[in-house]
């Protein structure tokens, strides 16, 4: 595995979503309320919208322009079932985060 750092733990508070690129890669990070820290990717596998215009109720991930969810601790897809988001390991070492995007790769759906 090829983690790289993507940022502090100051740069993604409980509760929030931030996207990075990691080696030319659009990643989303996701900080649940309750601890955890997921990275999935950043667009929509849908229309390729930007995830991180969503809204995020506990771990669904509701995407802004069609209303697709997932789950960000699995990366399947609550509504349609049938779609899912790439999942990417994530480890925290201090307050650095860090993703590995090696050998993964975005998803894409139709409706």
């Known amino acids: 595995m090829a983690f790289e ?10 509760g929030d979503m931030e ?3 990691v080696s ?3 990643i989303l990070l996701v900080h649940l309320e309750e601890g955890g820290i997921h990275a999935i990717q950043a ?9 991180a215009d969503g809204s995020l109720d506990g771990a669904v ?4 322009m069609h209303l697709w969810q997932f789950d960000v601790v699995s990366g399947k897809g ?8 790439a999942k990417y390991p994530v480890k925290v070492e201090g307050d650095d985060v860090f993703v590995d995007i090696e050998s993964i ?4 759906a139709s409706a």
Do not use: M, Y
Request: glycine share 2%; net charge negative.
């Open 19 to 21: 996207s990075f690129e």
């Open 43 to 51: 667009q929509c596998p849908h229309q390729e919208v930007e995830l």
């Open 105 to 108: 790769e975005p998803k894409f």
């Open 78 to 85: 609550v509504n349609p079932s049938h779609a899912e988001v």
């Open 5 to 14: 750092r993507v940022c502090s733990l100051d740069d993604i508070w409980q």
């Open 24 to 26: 030319g890669t659009d």
């Open 61 to 64: 991930l509701t995407c802004s």
